[in-house]
């Protein structure tokens, strides 16, 4: 019998299979941005609005937003050290001129409440239970460095997040609705305060899993948690995951979600990824040149694959180096 040396998580395959026709609107907190960077990376199209948010219920704000494209004003803006910021962002949504950044974030709303379509796929990562409220704005996705005497800090109600997330689910019963809970632990608030946290989460996504054909959960917080529960696995803060788990709990969930032909065409992304990457002995011999003409020929034959993924930037680059070999 083969020695064991870690339990394997188990995780039900998604009963439909996802491929590359379908878009992804992603939402949520850091590890959100590690799932979204692979499916650039793998041909998949992709929104990830409004940065990095951790609370359930300005998740679910901001989603319904999208769907009745619900505009921001000025009494969602507050200026702080020189600069305008949303209530609702993260902060890499700034701007000098209070003007230009309700411009910017009303636009992106609007586009994504065109764009959104059948096949868009949408993914929630949750990071914690606990808000802030401001005490004249109310609940916040990020404080911005504002003075935390303004704010007060609580856990989120277990029936308040089911029902506003019950309300907005059942406008997108057309549209797969994947869940994870985040496995960066909030040390801040403390080893038993964060596992409560998290399991709030849980009991969310259990509650909507129930509830809604649509939905389902996928593990990582568990893969994290279990398979991976070695600190070797964690970057040195050791609390975020290392670049080895991130590719690993990947891996795990493109067998979870995506069809046989799509897997079969994230291997030729990848293929090409590696040729661009690949730095030639002479970057000006015939053989090169040669080379790099058959790698936009690749990328041509993928395009038709990979629709709603835009190779304008790695054509243009590859043309360059042609340019410059010539």
Request: hydrophobic letters at 35%; one cysteine or more.
């Amino acid at each position: 019998m083969p020695q064991l040396f870690r339990k394997e998580i188990s995780i039900k395959p998604k009963r439909i299979k996802i491929n590359h026709s379908n878009d992804f609107l992603l939402l949520g907190s850091c590890f959100t941005q590690n799932i979204r960077k692979h499916l650039s990376f793998n041909g998949y199209g992709n929104f990830y609005p409004f940065g990095t948010l951790y609370n359930p219920m300005t998740i679910v704000n901001n989603l319904k937003r999208i769907i009745d494209n619900h505009q921001f004003n000025d009494t969602d803006i507050i200026k702080s050290n020189g600069l305008y910021y949303c209530w609702n962002h993260s902060g890499l949504y700034s701007s000098k001129n209070e003007k230009e950044l309700l411009d910017q974030i009303n636009s992106e709303v609007s586009r994504l409440n065109k764009q959104i379509s059948e096949n868009t796929v949408v993914i929630i990562t949750l990071g914690t239970s606990f808000v802030y409220e401001h005490e004249s704005y109310g609940l916040v996705g990020n404080c911005h460095k504002i003075s935390g005497s303004e704010f007060s800090k609580r856990f989120l109600k277990f029936d308040e997040m089911v029902s506003s997330w019950k309300e907005v689910i059942a406008r997108l019963k057309s549209k797969h609705v994947i869940f994870t809970v985040s496995p960066i632990r909030h040390w801040s608030d403390g080893a038993v305060q964060n596992n409560r946290s998290k399991s709030l989460l849980h009991l969310l996504v259990g509650e909507l899993e129930g509830s809604f054909e649509n939905v389902s959960y996928f593990p990582s917080y568990e893969i994290m948690m279990d398979e991976l529960r070695d600190y070797r696995f964690y970057k040195k803060d050791m609390l975020h995951p290392s670049d080895e788990a991130i590719e690993f709990i990947w891996n795990k969930f493109k067998t979870y979600c995506f069809s046989n032909d799509s897997i079969q065409t994230i291997d030729l992304v990848e293929d090409i990824r590696k040729a661009i990457l690949h730095v030639p002995f002479n970057p000006n011999s015939k053989q090169h040149i040669i080379f790099l003409e058959n790698l936009l020929d690749r990328i041509k034959n993928v395009i038709d694959k990979t629709p709603n993924y835009n190779w304008d930037l790695e054509i243009e680059e590859i043309k360059k180096m042609i340019a410059a070999a010539n």
